[in-house]
């Protein structure tokens, strides 16, 4: 394994900077050994050819620029394991704050919780998994990212009952729930000419852009849809673009939501929103 690590360093030090190709390294190992990395590392393992042939073809892979986390197939979030495949978005770590914030105010137990645009599972899941027997539903227009969402609660054990809606189109009416949140598509496409190539080229653009013209098109819809969806008292939360923090704020008082607060991220970007409709 030693020859190994020196090997992928040298393979990819013309495409990825030093830090991330570390990253890299200890992902590999571990997918392949099934171990640990420190523990893979100490026992001086001897990788096989076959094996060897295997992180050939991790190696090109990567040169494409394509995601190590649709590459070995999983990730993890909020120190859950998940599935990740070109159907789901790979969950960030932004997303894990806005997580917390809803576990940190929401401390009953039996809350009813709606995840809008589920993608991988990891926002419903992970509520499910640290809030108190929560009852959890989650909503996406893909089936492909529902399958993989219905597969991640299954590995960690969780209970979420997984719907095909389109929130652009008719949505379920029978429940009243105490906690939506979203996640929902906010790149503008004019800012597509600054995000990263492995984004670009592998990510599900239909969970990731919205028009330039329409930058709030989801955070509109989905509000609407907490108007007649959330009980009394019940509370909204969206991730936001950096740069549309004011504007879902407004958009979401002029709807008649109280309590409106802006949250900033660790990176100090304006990043979660929450509402409370009284």
Not at 93 to 116: F, H, R, W
Request: hydrophobic share 40%.
């Amino acid at each position: 394994m030693r020859r190994t690590i020196p090997y992928i360093k040298e393979s990819l030090k013309t495409y990825y900077p030093e830090n991330e190709i570390s990253g890299f390294i200890r992902i590999i190992i571990e997918h392949i050994s099934h171990k640990p990395y420190p523990q893979a590392y100490i026992d001086h393992l001897i990788f096989s050819c076959e094996t060897n042939v295997q992180i050939e073809s991790i190696i090109e892979r990567l040169k494409q620029y394509e995601p190590i986390q649709y590459i070995v197939g999983e990730t993890e979030f909020f120190g859950l394991p998940f599935s990740v495949n070109s159907d789901t978005l790979i969950p960030r770590p932004e997303t894990e704050e806005l997580v917390e914030l809803i576990i940190n105010e929401n401390n009953k137990s039996g809350l009813k919780i709606l995840d809008i645009g589920t993608g991988s599972g990891a926002i419903a899941i992970a509520l499910a998994k640290h809030l108190n027997r929560a009852d959890v539903f989650a909503w996406d227009f893909s089936q492909g990212a529902l399958d993989m969402a219905k597969h991640n609660a299954e590995r960690n054990n969780v209970q979420v009952e997984f719907n095909k809606v389109d929130v652009l189109d008719d949505y379920p009416k029978d429940i009243k729930y105490d906690i939506i949140v979203s996640n929902p598509p906010y790149v503008l496409e004019s800012e597509k000419n600054v995000m990263e190539q492995n984004v670009l080229a592998y990510e599900p653009h239909s969970a990731l852009f919205v028009p330039d013209a329409d930058a709030l098109l989801f955070y509109n819809r989905i509000a609407d849809i907490a108007l007649d969806a959330l009980r009394p008292g019940g509370k909204l939360y969206f991730e936001i673009n950096q740069v549309k923090g004011d504007e879902t704020m407004e958009a979401l008082r002029k709807k008649g939501f109280k309590e409106v607060v802006l949250f900033k991220d660790l990176s100090k970007n304006d990043r979660m929103v929450r509402g409370v409709l009284f």
